[in-house]
């Protein structure tokens, strides 16, 4: 407990708990939603390139920082780079992190209607049409899906009161490993559903004749989405690593685990909709209007199968959200706690109610607020743009710049290899990445987005 502030208890928890900040409702509901909008499988091939080229280098880059400054992320970089302007860089990432955990939580929400749905057996014997109206009707009532984004930010909050160690911990080593086996039965199913062979062929078979500089940001917006970086959530995390982590190490897992949940939550999503012919680029709703016909159809011999399973993949889904509501809480609520001197309840409680106010807009712009609309899109849809295809990249661009360029050498070689301690094949690799690669490559894309050339 090296100057008051709480560590890990153990590697694995360490893991999990980035795990689980990382795994959520971005590989379950966002990675299926982008890639039917962007067409499938030439998508998912240029979301693979940005996870390896550009995700891992960043996410090393957001361990150098948190461990060495042990802050949080604006705080970390008043310590590394005292006086300087780069500590814009961390408050333009407590801001990202305040604008998605609003209208995450309003998904998140989403899940604990389907959990109380299953579990009062409520898709039994409904059609495909059935699952699309209940979902429209749900999502523009006024009141239901605002009540569970309270409370599940009040849950958030919580856990986040209760203290770093004992609520991420705890929670992450249960509900990850569990998770991760009800996909895999999930996905067996799914491919095993009557014309689910047309939705692995979306998957597997790229068309790159479509491709164009949306697909790209698309692709990249998705991989900071979904590995919870460019905002300073994973460098916060690290700032309660201990010294002997192996940090490339842990990067590599924790990206690992993540993608390899998105890829097979695309095997879930894909053959499932094309068998019951509900259209890929359905939207956000796309896993609530295609997963209960998985359930349904893939059961329907042994419908007590399809409650147990049902109730299950909401639950933990929701569990899953949960880990990563409290990684972006805790990046807030951390910088209001040390920056501001605010006891961390106070702080908590700022970020929670600023987030249920936001959130109920957010919510309320999918209803009966939708004709109320900002470059043509509802302020859901403009936040979510704005937060990963905007902030979450240049924040990406600026850290890999700054532990590239900035940091001094000798810190870097030390937080990489733990002051020599550890033989890391890759560092060379990992620093020409960070000081050409990402910052040219998501420059680029930027560029290309503002119709510069
Ligand atoms: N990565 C999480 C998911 O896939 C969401 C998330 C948590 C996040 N922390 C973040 C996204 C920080 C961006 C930045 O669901």
Known sequence: MKNGRANFGTKLGIIL??????????????????????????????????????????????????????????????????GTHWRWVGRMGVLAGFLILSFY????????????????????????????????????????????????????????????????????????????????????????????????EFLLKPDFSKVNGDVFLGAMGQAFFSLSLGMGCLCTYASYFSKDVNLTRTAFSVGIIDTFIAILAGFIIFPAAFSVGIQPDAGPSLIFITLPNVFQQAFSGAPWLAYIFSVLFYLLLALAALTSTISMHEVVTAYLHEEFKLSRRKAAWMVTSG??????????????????????LGLFDLLDFFTAKILLPLGGMLISVFVGWYLDKQIVWNQITNKGTLKVHTYKIIIFILKFIAPIAIGLVFLNELKLF
């Not at 057996?121 to 569970?148: C, E, L, M, R």
């Not at 936001?358 to 939708?370: A, P, Y």
Request: hydrophobic share 50%; with cysteine; proline share 4%.
């Open 17 to 82: 708990a980035s795990a689980g900040s990382a795994v959520g409702l971005g590989n379950i509901w966002r990675f299926p939603y982008e890639t039917g909008n962007y067409g499938g499988a030439a998508f998912i091939f240029i979301y693979l390139g940005c996870v390896l080229l550009l995700g891992l280098p960043i996410m090393i880059a957001e361990f150098v920082i948190g461990r060495k400054s042990r802050a949080n992320t604006a705080g970390a970089y008043q310590i590394l780079a005292p």
């Open 105 to 200: 939580s309003v998904v998140a929400g989403w899940t604990l209607e389907y959990v109380i749905e299953a579990l009062g057996n409520g898709f039994a014997g409904k059609t495909p049409a059935d699952y699309v109206q209940s979902f429209q009707t749900f999502s523009s009532n006024p009141w239901k899906p605002i009540i569970w984004l309270v409370l599940f930010l009040l849950g958030t909050h919580f856990i986040i009161v209760r203290g770093v160690e004992k609520g991420i911990e705890k929670s992450s080593k249960v509900m990850m490993p569990m998770l991760f086996v009800l996909i895999i039965v999930l996905v067996i199913c799914s491919v095993s559903l009557p014309g689910a062979s047309k939705g692995i």
């Open 355 to 376: 987030c249920i106010i936001l959130g109920v807009l957010c919510s309320l712009s999918l209803g009966v607020g939708k004709h109320i609309t900002l470059f043509g």
